[in-house]
């Protein structure tokens, strides 16, 4: 397969291509003409030529050809402008690359064959190693390639979320079995989750040095947790993925969702940007982070569903309300719905380049 390439940048260094891009000067705090827009999901099923592109591939299979991912990525660059690309893959595939069983059964998500739940299964999980992600380094440097001064965005997900799929079997509303093993067994917890944030860094530390320009730790499920209980049985985890990654003078974005009651809580986990939900003003997110740091989101989903006055009209708030942060990333509060319509995301990406 091949791609067409957007603008070159030979001269720039792996893992170096964001310092001087609208991202990373607003993942710092400086003062930009207007906020870098990229979007959660933006390489996706909202994209017709996704849809006709991924025909007969699975997910896993397509997360794991590095023409297929190029191809995928660049799609929503060169469709709307974004200011960033989101490196296509998903949270499971260095779970599966240790070894893992696990199906991503379309409609229903990521289903575990043996759930994790006993001491001699955490003991069972091994190490991630570079070689076997090496087709996603690969990818990366493909697409840094294609992108020049674009900055991509590698992800992984976080300890806690990742824990949630392995215990429960698959996705859950009520997170019951997660938790049941969190309160019951915490020397079983923490080595499952210690074991998790070594896979998690490991797999972000490939993409960096492949060129990915900066991170995003994906925690989908935490918000169902308390803060004290955040605080004790998920934070010391998450902090230990970004420091592992310290070295690395790129942006790092945490981000998790139903989080407001937590957002104070993720920031200390050494992220240098905090993802919001839509749940929350961005203005009241950035005070409850303590104003020094900068902030992503938090547009609903669902709003790009209604009428473009609609649209236009949350749009500029929430731009506005970035205002009050150090630092604003234009985003979604979680990632594009599938019935979105791609020029609607469009013309999004126009006017908050033009605010």
């Given amino acids: 397969m091949t791609t067409t390439p957007l603008e070159t940048s030979d001269a720039q260094p792996p893992g170096g291509r964001a310092t001087g891009s609208l991202l990373a000067r607003a993942a710092a705090g400086e003062q930009v003409a207007h906020p870098p827009v990229w979007f959660m999901r933006q390489a996706g099923r909202s994209l017709p030529e996704y849809r006709k592109l991924r025909q007969g591939t699975s997910m896993l299979q397509s997360c794991r ?3 297929l991912v190029t191809e995928i ?3 929503p660059v060169r469709r709307h402008g974004v200011d960033a690309a989101i490196f296509f893959s998903d949270i499971v595939v260095p779970l599966v690359a240790v070894g893992l069983d696990i199906e991503i059964v ?3 998500g990521p289903v575990v064959a ?9 003991a069972a999980l091994r190490r991630l190693e570079e070689a076997d992600v ?3 380094a690969l990818s990366v440097r493909q697409l840094v390639a294609e992108l020049g001064d674009v900055p991509l ?7 806690y979320t990742l824990a949630s799929y392995l215990i429960e079997g698959g996705p859950s509303k009520e997170h019951a079995r997660t938790k049941a093993l969190m309160y019951s067994e915490p020397a079983v917890w923490h080595a499952l989750l210690g074991r998790l944030a070594e896979i998690s860094a490991t797999f972000l530390r490939v993409q960096i040095e492949a060129g990915a320009s900066a991170i995003q730790l994906f925690d989908s499920w935490v918000g169902g947790l308390s803060a004290a209980d955040y605080a004790e049985y998920v934070l010391p985890h998450s902090q230990a993925v970004f420091a592992e990654l310290a070295g690395h003078r790129i942006p790092k974005i945490h981000f998790g969702v139903g989080t407001g009651e937590l957002l104070d809580l993720m920031r200390s986990a050494g992220a240098s940007v905090v993802g919001v939900d839509w749940r929350i003003p961005l203005d009241v997110a950035a005070r409850r ?3 020094a740091t900068a902030v992503q989101g938090n547009l609903d989903p669902a709003v790009l569903l209604a009428d473009w006055p609609v649209i236009e009209r949350a749009v500029r708030r929430i731009v506005e309300e970035g205002r009050r942060a150090p630092g604003h990333i234009f985003n979604l509060g979680h990632g594009v719905l599938p019935d979105t319509d791609p020029d609607v995301l469009t013309r999004v990406v126009e006017l908050v ?3």
């Fill in 65 to 67: 050809t590095p023409d």
């Fill in 106 to 108: 379309a409609g229903t």
């Fill in 134 to 136: 090496a087709d996603i």
């Fill in 353 to 355: 380049h033009s605010l």
């Fill in 153 to 159: 965005i590698g992800f992984a997900g976080a300890p």
């Fill in 73 to 75: 990525t660049l799609q």
């Fill in 289 to 291: 982070i303590g104003g």
């Fill in 114 to 122: 043996h759930p994790v739940r006993t001491a001699a299964d955490v």
